[in-house]
């Protein structure tokens, strides 16, 4: 089977294949372009499904962070977000998984021209970021898994940071989460669903938020 499928991936014209832990197939590394990086996410890396929705998310993320001196970018997978938020803005990422980690921190060394990233392998269930720390940076974004970020986002509520991006993959959890940061003070700026599910009933969404924005 694992002969048959690199066959297949081979005619296809497939850099890699992985199947589990196993790569049976490499031809070459892959190098997805991130703003002015290059990013080498490891076999089986998360990535969002479709170029055009990342980079259009990208883009309202950016815009809404981009008088941002500092942004902590929180369950920052391998760096999609932080990479090009780098361009504008100091960035520290947090992320459970070290791979994912160790990829967004090659990119970043290899990128010319970007502001300095630092990043962390944490737990953000289990160890949140505090929110005196997060008190120093003037911007978040948070792209949690499918059943958000309870523990993080009450810490976002106490930590005075002005713009919040929240991107999600769930609108149930991510009502739960904005009831909290709503309750903080925090007011929802725009709320701008992308269907890069094709075919399927999930849809992504994006919610800018801003610590006692305008009515």
Same mark, same amino acid.
């Given at each position: 089977?694992?002969?048959?499928?690199?066959?297949?991936?081979?005619?296809?014209?497939? $850099?890699?294949?992985?199947?589990?832990?196993?790569?049976?197939?490499?031809?070459?590394?892959?190098?997805?372009?991130?703003?002015?990086?290059?990013?080498?996410?490891?076999?089986?890396?998360?990535?969002?499904?479709?170029?055009?929705?990342?980079?259009?998310?990208?883009?309202?993320?950016?815009?809404?962070?981009?008088?941002?001196?500092?942004?902590?970018?929180?369950?920052?997978?391998?760096?999609?977000?932080?990479?090009?938020?780098?361009?504008?803005?100091?960035?520290?990422?947090?992320?459970?998984?070290?791979?994912?980690?160790?990829?967004?921190?090659?990119?970043?060394?290899?990128?010319?021209?970007?502001?300095?990233?630092?990043?962390?392998?944490?737990?953000?269930?289990?160890?949140?970021?505090?929110?005196?720390?997060?008190?120093?940076?003037?911007?978040?974004?948070?792209?949690?898994?499918?059943?958000?970020?309870?523990?993080?986002?009450?810490?976002?509520?106490?930590?005075?940071?002005?713009?919040?991006?929240?991107?999600?993959?769930?609108?149930?959890? $991510?009502?739960?989460? $904005?009831?909290?940061?709503?309750?903080?003070?925090?007011?929802?700026?725009?709320?701008?669903?992308?269907?890069?599910?094709?075919?399927?009933?999930?849809?992504?969404?994006?919610?800018?938020?801003?610590?006692?924005?305008?009515?």
């Amino acid at each position: 089977d694992v002969m048959m499928a690199g066959a297949k991936a081979l005619a296809a014209g497939f $850099l890699r294949v992985s199947i589990g832990d196993d790569v049976p197939l490499q031809q070459a590394t892959p190098e997805i372009q991130v703003g002015k990086a290059f990013l080498r996410p490891a076999p089986g890396g998360f990535l969002q499904a479709s170029p055009e929705a990342e980079a259009f998310m990208a883009s309202l993320v950016r815009q809404h962070l981009k008088f941002a001196l500092e942004v902590a970018d929180l369950f920052s997978g391998c760096g999609t977000f932080s990479l090009r938020l780098a361009e504008e803005s100091r960035v520290h990422a947090a992320e459970g998984d070290a791979a994912a980690i160790e990829a967004l921190e090659a990119s970043a060394r290899a990128a010319p021209g970007l502001k300095p990233v630092t990043a962390e392998v944490r737990d953000l269930f289990r160890n949140p970021v505090p929110a005196v720390t997060l008190s120093r940076f003037q911007g978040i974004v948070l792209n949690p898994p499918r059943h958000g970020a309870t523990k993080q986002v009450s810490e976002i509520a106490h930590s005075g940071v002005r713009r919040v991006a929240y991107v999600s993959c769930d609108p149930g959890t $991510l009502a739960r989460d $904005l009831r909290v940061l709503v309750d903080a003070g925090y007011r929802i700026m725009l709320v701008q669903p992308v269907d890069q599910f094709l075919w399927s009933s999930h849809v992504e969404t994006v919610v800018l938020l801003e610590l006692g924005g305008a009515e």
